[in-house]
C-alpha cells in the first residue's frame, strides 16, 4: 500500500440486537454509526458515536456522509492521506440512505470533501 493511501473498512454489528455500522482502519476503531430518531423526532438520520463513546453532534442523511465525515475528523486519520478508500466487509445494514454497490465505493475517496 502506499505511503499516502489508507483504508477504511465498514461492517455490521450489533448493540443489544440493534445494528450499527463499525468504522475501523488499520491504527484502530474510529466509531460507529447509528440509524436513529432526529431530537425533534421529525424523522431519522444517522449519528455518530465515537471510539471514546461521545456523540458527534452533526446527524447525516446518508450514511456515506457520515463515514467521510468521521474519518474526516477522527484523530486516527489526521495524517494528511491523499487516498482513502472504503471497503465493506461483513456489512448488511438496508436503511434508508445506507451504502450500497450502486455508490460505487471502489471510486468513493474518503480524504476529499
Aim: proline fraction near 1%; glycine fraction near 8%; charge should be negative.
Amino acid at each position: 500500500m502506499a505511503k499516502n493511501e489508507i483504508k477504511v473498512r465498514i461492517s455490521t454489528k450489533y448493540d443489544e440486537e440493534f445494528p450499527f455500522t463499525l468504522v475501523r482502519c488499520a491504527k484502530g476503531i474510529l466509531g460507529g454509526i447509528y440509524f436513529l430518531e432526529k431530537e425533534d423526532m421529525s424523522g431519522f438520520a444517522y449519528h455518530i458515536q465515537m471510539q471514546n463513546g461521545y456523540w458527534y453532534d452533526e446527524t447525516f442523511e446518508t450514511e456515506l456522509a457520515a463515514i467521510r465525515f468521521l474519518v474526516q475528523n477522527s484523530f486516527l486519520m489526521n495524517w494528511g492521506y491523499k487516498m482513502i478508500k472504503l471497503t465493506l466487509w461483513g456489512y448488511e445494514n438496508s436503511e434508508r440512505g445506507a451504502i450500497t454497490y450502486r455508490d460505487d465505493i471502489e471510486s468513493v475517496n474518503l480524504a476529499i470533501a
